[in-house]
């Protein structure tokens, strides 16, 4: 048998059921803002730049996306991680998660200020 051979390791990716598996869990935090006064808007973008280094700092953050729907008012910032990393961010409380989120519900016409965690696949 040649050097090497046998030692390459498959691992298995997490599974929801049966033939849905992930690699990267999400973390998204999210809030409407004011259709009517775009300083909302404004005000969330601030926000998030004053917090982006430390979110994308996480261990296993593989990229920090900003939506934002004009039609709706969304403002979501969905910060993934692949699967092995998640559980260290979920023990540190998701950290900057608490101050941005306080920072947020003190803006003057943001509501709905929540957060969602799900898995993510590219197929």
Known sequence: SSAGEGTTKIRKMPEITDG????????EWR???SLEDKASL?????ELDA???????????KNVQRVVCGGCGDF????????????????AKFAPEE???EKLKAVKGLERVETQTYTLMTM
């Open 20 to 27: 849905v598996s992930f690699d990267t869990i999400a973390r």
């Open 31 to 33: 809030c409407k803002w």
């Open 42 to 46: 404004a005000a969330a973008q601030k």
């Open 51 to 61: 917090i982006l280094a430390e979110v994308k700092a996480v261990k296993g953050v």
């Open 76 to 91: 979501k910032v969905i910060t993934a991680l692949d699967a092995a990393s998640y559980g260290e961010w979920e023990a």
């Open 99 to 101: 101050k941005f989120l």
